[in-house]
């Protein structure tokens, strides 16, 4: 299926591991020409066209981050926001710095980017973006509160973008994975850790309360944003698409 990605300029925030990564990749492979973005100076290498190391929990990092990507290539066609930080914690041990610092990277990052990218598009008449919600944004984790907060936050954001800027050809719409076999689940300290006991214990556990009866890998959800991205999407708009093996049923 040919998706009509070739040349265009593909930025993808978080994008050195992970559901990022793997963003990244498939979009090289189609033909975009991607910008990379995340705290690691070492370039993924997965076929990016440019690399940007910067920390989006800073404000002015999303800003320079897109300025660079505007000099080296000259436009921006899509937006993929999908940096961003889960850990497990107690709702009423969390401190405000927490709140505060989990809302800077995982959502007001999205706002910076969103924000940058905005007049080129709006020039054109044309752009894609597609923001990396969770499962926990449809349906809060207890055990992840204001990971959950701020991932509910980006599926309104999304609409809000799909609703002022449908007009001027934008289409914004957010993805919402489960459990993925990535680094913040499976590595040390990830989140299987966090649970407590035993790390493959817990991550079978969580596997199994999904209905496909495992976690997701990180290509699944990456195919997902791709699509999302790509021309065969052109009608699709404002929505919040569920990539997490049936976790969050849907409500009638």
Same mark, same amino acid.
């Not at 997965?46 to 897109?66: F, K, W």
């Given at each position: &299926?040919e998706?009509g990605?070739?040349?265009?300029?593909? @930025?993808?925030?978080g994008?050195t591991?992970?559901?990022g990564?793997?963003?990244?990749?498939?979009? !090289?492979?189609?033909? !975009?020409?991607?910008?990379?973005?995340?705290?690691?100076?070492?370039?993924?290498?997965?076929?990016?066209?440019?690399?940007?190391?910067?920390?989006?929990?800073? #404000?002015?990092?999303a800003?320079?981050?897109?300025?660079? $990507?505007?000099?080296?290539?000259?436009?921006?066609?899509?937006?993929?926001n999908?940096?961003?930080?889960?850990?497990?914690?107690k709702?009423?041990?969390? +401190?405000?710095e927490?709140?505060d610092?989990?809302w800077? +990277?995982?959502?007001?990052?999205?706002?910076?980017?969103?924000? $940058?990218?905005?007049?080129? &598009?709006?020039?054109?008449?044309?752009? @894609?973006i597609?923001? @990396?919600?969770?499962?926990?944004?449809?349906?809060?984790?207890t055990?992840?509160?204001?990971y959950?907060?701020?991932?509910?936050?980006?599926?309104? +954001?999304?609409?809000?973008?799909?609703?002022l800027?449908?007009?001027?050809g934008i289409?914004s719409?957010?993805? $919402? #994975?489960?459990?993925?076999a990535?680094?913040?689940?499976?590595?040390? *300290?990830?989140?299987?850790d966090?649970m407590g006991?035993?790390r493959?214990?817990? +991550?079978?556990? /969580?596997a $199994?309360g999904?209905?496909?009866?495992?976690?997701?890998?990180?290509?699944?959800? !990456?195919?997902?944003i /791709?699509?999302?991205?790509?021309?065969r999407?052109?009608?699709v708009? *404002? !929505?919040a698409?569920?990539?997490?093996?049936?976790t969050?049923?849907?409500?009638?």
């Amino acid at each position: &299926m040919e998706l009509g990605l070739g040349d265009k300029v593909c @930025v993808v925030t978080g994008s050195t591991a992970g559901i990022g990564r793997e963003a990244a990749r498939i979009l !090289a492979e189609e033909g !975009a020409r991607v910008v990379t973005a995340g705290r690691r100076t070492e370039r993924p290498g997965v076929g990016e066209t440019l690399h940007v190391s910067c920390d989006l929990g800073e #404000p002015g990092a999303a800003e320079t981050l897109i300025d660079a $990507a505007l000099e080296s290539l000259g436009r921006v066609d899509c937006l993929v926001n999908n940096v961003g930080v889960a850990y497990q914690a107690k709702f009423e041990d969390l +401190l405000d710095e927490q709140w505060d610092d989990l809302w800077q +990277l995982n959502v007001m990052s999205y706002v910076r980017t969103i924000r $940058a990218v905005l007049p080129g &598009m709006r020039d054109r008449g044309e752009g @894609v973006i597609v923001n @990396v919600s969770s499962t926990a944004g449809k349906r809060p984790s207890t055990g992840m509160p204001n990971y959950s907060v701020t991932k509910a936050a980006v599926l309104s +954001l999304s609409r809000l973008v799909a609703d002022l800027y449908g007009k001027d050809g934008i289409r914004s719409n957010a993805v $919402a #994975p489960g459990p993925t076999a990535t680094e913040a689940w499976t590595g040390d *300290g990830g989140l299987a850790d966090q649970m407590g006991g035993d790390r493959e214990e817990n +991550l079978q556990k /969580v596997a $199994a309360g999904r209905p496909l009866g495992r976690l997701a890998e990180p290509w699944e959800i !990456a195919s997902v944003i /791709v699509f999302l991205c790509s021309d065969r999407a052109a009608y699709v708009t *404002g !929505a919040a698409w569920s990539a997490d093996g049936g976790t969050v049923p849907i409500i009638i």
